[in-house]
Structure formats: C-alpha cells, structure tokens
T-cell receptor, first 115, second 115 residues
Framework: GENVEQHPSTLSVQEGDSAVIKCTYS??????FPWYKQELGKRPQLIID?????GEKKDQRIAVTLNKTAKHFSLHITETQPEDSAVYFC??????????????FGQGTRLTINP | GAGVSQSPRYKVAKRGQDVALRCDPI?????LFWYQQALGQGPEFLTY????????KSGLPSDRFFAERPEGSVSTLKIQRTQQEDSAVYLC?????????????FGPGTRLTVL
C-alpha cells in the first residue's frame, strides 16, 4: 500500500525567510496530494493541494511542486509570518478496493517561525 | 455553512468501558472518513463510507472497533472494551463526492483518554 515519508520533522526559520517541507510517496497510482496545517488542539485545515496533471501550484505565499517521476512533492512558504507556526502534514490520496479511497499522511513537520 | 462537527470533544473512559463517538458531516457530503491521530503523529485511516455503505474498514485496529452511518449522514464510531492503546484523537472528515481527488474537510476531533 501507499507510504508517505515527510521531512524534516521540525523546522525553525526566521520571520520573513522561506520554509520548505518535502514528502515522498510510494504508490505511482496516487494522483492527488493535499497539504494540511494543524494548530495545537485544532482540526487539520487544507492549505493547498495539487493534482498529478500539473507540476506546480501557487496561492499567494504558498506553493507546492510535484515530481511524479521521482514520486516526491514539496511545500514552499515564502515571507514566513508568526501565524505560519503550526504542524504541517502532507498526504497522498489513494484508491483502495471496491471504489473506496483514503488519505495516507506523512508524519508531520512542526514549523516554528522566530520573530 | 457549518463544517464537520464531532461530539464529544473530549472523552475519558476507564479501561474496559464502551464509548461512542459521533460525527456530523457537512450536509450533502457523500463520503465520510474516520482517522485516528496518535500524539505527535499524522492521522491514520480507519474506515470509509460512501453514503450508508461502508466500503473500506481495513484500518480498524481490531474487532472492538465498529463504525456505522445508517442513513448516509451522521456516523458513529464505537469502541468496545476500551484499552489504553486506544487513547488518541479520532478525526472525522467528509467530502462532497466520490472522487479521491475531492477535498476532505476535517472535524475538530474527539480526544479519547483511556485510564
């Protein structure tokens, strides 16, 4: 089945600098890759996603790139702000049997923005 | 509109007790998912419903776990004879359609602590 690896597990950057989080996946059939932000005690919230028919997607300060050949995708946050501090999860969406589906998540990256 | 809601938000159970966790998905959402999130980890898939049909329950850890969605809207995750290793946050998510590229919207979770 699908396996998603995420690095780094913790990341500390200065306010205004960029942050990059990387994920790899194993199932070449996966073709949808969302990123979720989770603040302490809160629900995961989708911040950006990418489908396999595109290589890059950008939304203001956030961008995601996808390399299907290498089976990896990355989250890029530019001009980081203190409110970007949270745990970020990458995920891969995969079809299971009988038309079912699920998200397989990475282990998470705790991002800290230092003022 | 209202997002995914879950109740209770917190549940403390003595080992051996049965618990029931409720999920109210976004109105009209066909797909419903349950995930288990251990402390410091990414969510892990438990089960998937398409309307009232449970298409995949491969992630349920043991036969003590049971989920239902009898009318295709509200879902209940039941854990019988709780064990300490069941302590986790249980997240429910819903998506509008049946495509595995549909966005999954998460509820706030139920934090279960088994003493």
């Amino acid at each position: 089945g699908e396996n998603v690896e995420q690095h780094p597990s913790t990341l500390s950057v200065q306010e205004g600098d960029s942050a990059v989080i990387k994920c790899t996946y194993s199932d070449s059939a996966s073709n949808y890759f969302p990123w979720y932000k989770q603040e302490l005690g809160k629900r995961p919230q989708l911040i950006i996603d990418i489908r396999s028919n595109v290589g890059e997607k950008k939304d203001q300060r956030i961008a995601v790139t996808l390399n299907k050949t290498a089976k990896h995708f990355s989250l890029h946050i530019t001009e980081t702000q203190p409110e970007d501090s949270a745990v970020y999860f990458c995920a891969a969406s995969t079809l299971t049997f009988q038309g079912a589906q699920k998200l397989v998540f990475g282990q998470g990256t705790r991002l800290t923005i230092n003022p | 509109g209202a997002g995914v809601s879950q109740s209770p938000r917190y549940k403390v159970a003595k080992r051996g007790q049965d618990v029931a966790l409720r999920c109210d998905p976004i109105s009209g959402h066909v797909s419903l998912f349950w995930y288990q999130q251990a402390l410091g980890q990414g969510p892990e898939f438990l089960t998937y419903f398409q309307n009232e049909a449970q298409l995949d329950k491969s992630g349920l850890p043991s036969d003590r776990f049971f989920a239902e969605r009898p009318e295709g809207s509200v879902s209940t995750l039941k854990i019988q004879r709780t064990q300490q290793e069941d302590s986790a946050v249980y997240l429910c998510a819903s998506s509008l359609g049946t495509l595995h590229t549909d966005t999954q919207y998460f509820g706030p979770g139920t934090r279960l602590t088994v003493l």
